[in-house]
């Protein structure tokens, strides 16, 4: 179970931190940051499944980070990377003794959980790259990011699905595969995918992603 998330720089969200439970409801005026906490979520998901992915491993000490596609983000639609960052500013500009220096403005994106047998916590961290790609890798520890978190076993238990707004269910639905599901969340396609999300739950083994 997911029990805080915790955000910063991410859309609205200059720092936010939400206790999670079993269930959760959000409530507040239109953007008040509901939705932006939701999506935060799923980015976490994403880039913890594309590190995974392209790194092969759990152990984090590899610190280059893994692309993802704004494509990918069918979770959060945005015709650009840039507007996932808070106000749109991805760099930070200062001077240091005449000299000009220049570093990322990253999105870190922590949750923590717990187990059947212990609590845990994984943080993801996010930069971007350009208009059409972000980075992703395992949360700093340190500033200067030579050590990072480790991404623990407990976290793949997990799986995160935003469901947008649903006009009313399709009379019939065939079975999808994961990428195809996910492009029909991406474009608002929530109840033709319904039943597809539903027989994912029902064939997950027991006691992941409940």
């Known amino acids: 179970m997911l029990t805080k998330l915790t955000v910063r720089n991410f859309k609205g969200l200059a720092e936010a931190e939400i206790e999670l439970g079993n269930p959760v409801v959000f409530i507040g005026p239109n953007d008040s940051g509901k939705t932006s906490a939701l999506q935060a979520l799923a980015l976490w998901d994403l880039g913890l499944r594309r590190w995974l992915e392209n790194r092969g491993e759990i152990a984090s000490e590899q610190?280059?980070?893994?692309?993802?596609?704004?494509q990918d983000l069918t979770a959060v639609?945005?015709?650009?990377?840039?507007q996932v960052w808070r106000e749109l500013e991805v760099r930070r500009t200062s001077f240091e003794v005449g000299r000009k220096r220049t570093e990322n403005i990253r999105i870190d994106v922590m949750v923590d959980g717990q187990s059947t047998s212990s609590t845990w916590s994984c943080g993801l961290e996010f930069d971007f790259a350009n208009s059409?790609?972000?980075?992703?890798?395992?949360?700093?520890?340190?500033?200067?990011?030579?050590?990072?978190?480790?991404?623990?076993?407990?976290a793949?238990?997990?799986?995160?699905?935003?469901?947008?707004?649903?006009?009313g269910l399709t009379a019939s639905e065939t079975k999808l595969e994961s990428g195809a599901i996910n492009v029909r969340l991406g474009e608002g396609r929530t109840a033709e995918v319904l039943r597809n999300l539903c027989y994912q739950v029902r064939v997950m083994p027991d006691g992941e992603g409940r």
């Open 156 to 167: 793949l238990r997990s799986q995160v699905v935003l469901l947008g707004p649903m006009s």
């Open 77 to 82: 639609p945005v015709p650009s990377a840039r």
């Open 132 to 154: 059409e790609s972000i980075y992703c890798r395992p949360l700093r520890t340190v500033a200067d990011g030579s050590t990072r978190m480790r991404v623990p076993e407990e």
């Open 63 to 70: 610190r280059r980070g893994v692309a993802i596609n704004r």
